[in-house]
């Protein structure tokens, strides 16, 4: 195994219970992969057989309920993620099409050689289960707080993110290209700059590449608390 997909490993929680010397006992592949733009890791219904651990790059998760519908982005997994979750269940099928985004580099994780490692350790496969289950409840959390914001309302708290708790003047850079930052915050790339045009009344300002500029973050964060939905009141 090389260092770089060892690395990549044990950034990931799912694997830092693992012991370094069995890592290489689970990997597709002893080095880490790299992927182009418009590589497909996997498509929507085909056998899943292997996790993919993100240590840099972009992957675009889409779903189609039927090959007549239009395809939705359920996700934009970057360095830190997994793509290919599916893989953890014996004999499953992947439920959505994963394409590279942007250049990637992973470790590629087999679905067959991670199961027959977990088959007598009860104790780690609980865990791994439970740390997949927290990251979907935190994919579900996230989708649910989308609905119930407007449009600008979750690209003014998506740049409050970004500026990570900072105070006064800040510049921030999107992390990748605005059509996938529309696609991220469940928007069409259109109503995307509409939402980066009304927070100009905010002191907000973007231009071409990815550097965005907020005047003052407190404005933006008076601004988000006052559009946010009153909590419903406990019976």
Known sequence: MTSEALAILRRHPLFEAIPTADMPLLLDNAAAMSAPRGTLLFRQGDPAERLFVIGGGLVELVYAPTAATTPEVRAVLGAGETAGADALKPGARHTTTARVVEPLRAACVSAD????????KFDLALSLIGIMAGSLRGQVREITELKLQSTTERLAGYLLQLAGGCQGRSVVHLPFEKRLLAERL???????????????????ETGRGDRVEIAELAHLQVMVEAMAPAAPEDW
Request: no cysteine; glycine share 8%.
């Open 113 to 120: 050689r991670l199961a027959a490692y977990l088959d007598d």
């Open 186 to 204: 469940g928007m069409e790339p259109a109503t995307l700059s509409r939402a980066f045009a009304k927070l100009r009344d905010f002191g907000v």
